[in-house]
Antibody, heavy 120, light 107 residues
Framework: EIQLLESGGGLVQPGGSLRLSCAAS????????MNWVRQAPGKGLEWVSG????????YSADSVKGRFTISRDNSKNTLYLLMNSLRADDTAVYYC?????????????WGQGTLVTVSS | ETVLTQSPASLSLSPGDRATLSCRAS??????LAWYQHKPGQAPRLLIY???NRATGIPARFSGSGSGTDFTLTISSLEPEDFAVYYC??????????FGQGTRLEI
């Protein structure tokens, strides 16, 4: 069974930093691109960042470019999101999502999410 | 950036009804469109990819159609568990990957 378990969320002050983790199991992690998607309170889904299976290629939304860094450790089956210079509008539930087999950017498995709250 | 506009914003129906949800793209996405179901406190669930292909384990009452800029998700006969928020998503013109703003399907 595929499992994605996010952790690392919490309350952080504006301008602060946080690192999210997503522990994956039940599939060959290095074979799949992975992504972070967030949902602000009362809002819809927003793609944040993605990385190829090897981690060599990364992509980010303009709203987080230069502040957030996606990475992965395939030896630990773990995806990361390092978030710097956090702002109030970064407050959201952050989900990690796995690509569908044989495809890119169709997200067939998601974690339950971790809540990040940016507030003073 | 490709903007996806979903309509209606909310839809009030009853179990057994037919639901038709729309998604319009600001530029052609070919058939590179997916639909997700999202319930409060749960992970989103992939329903449809490539505009019309059902994902693994998705019941046949869910169907998708369209190409280019206009897409439809149809639920042929609503079950109680189908009441949720539905999002369309495109991967044709990326980055960024974009989602629609969602349609809330309620009883």
């Amino acid at each position: 069974e595929i499992q994605l378990l996010e952790s690392g969320g919490g309350l952080v002050q504006p301008g602060g930093s946080l690192r999210l983790s997503c522990a994956a199991s039940g599939f060959t992690f290095s074979n799949y691109a992975m992504n972070w998607v967030r949902q602000a309170p009362g809002k819809g889904l927003e793609w944040v960042s993605g990385t190829s299976g090897s981690g060599a290629n990364t992509y980010s939304a303009d709203s987080v470019k230069g502040r957030f860094t996606i990475s992965r450790d395939n030896s630990k089956n773990t995806l990361y999101l390092l978030m710097n210079s956090l702002r109030a509008d970064d407050t959201a539930v952050y989900y990690c999502a796995k690509d569908r087999p044989g495809d890119i950017n169709w997200f067939d498995s998601w974690g339950q999410g971790t809540l990040v709250t940016v507030s003073s | 950036e490709t903007v996806l506009t979903q309509s209606p914003a909310s839809l009030s129906l009853s179990p057994g009804d037919r639901a038709t949800l729309s998604c319009r793209a600001s530029q052609s996405v070919s058939n590179y469109l997916a639909w997700y179901q999202h319930k409060p406190g749960q992970a989103p669930r992939l329903l449809i990819y490539d505009a019309s292909n059902r994902a693994t384990g998705i019941p046949a009452r869910f169907s998708g159609s369209g190409s280019g800029t206009d897409f439809t998700l149809t639920i042929s006969s609503l079950e109680p568990e189908d009441f949720a928020v539905y999002y369309c998503q495109q991967r044709s013109n990326w980055p960024p990957i974009t989602f629609g703003q969602g349609t809330r399907l309620e009883i």
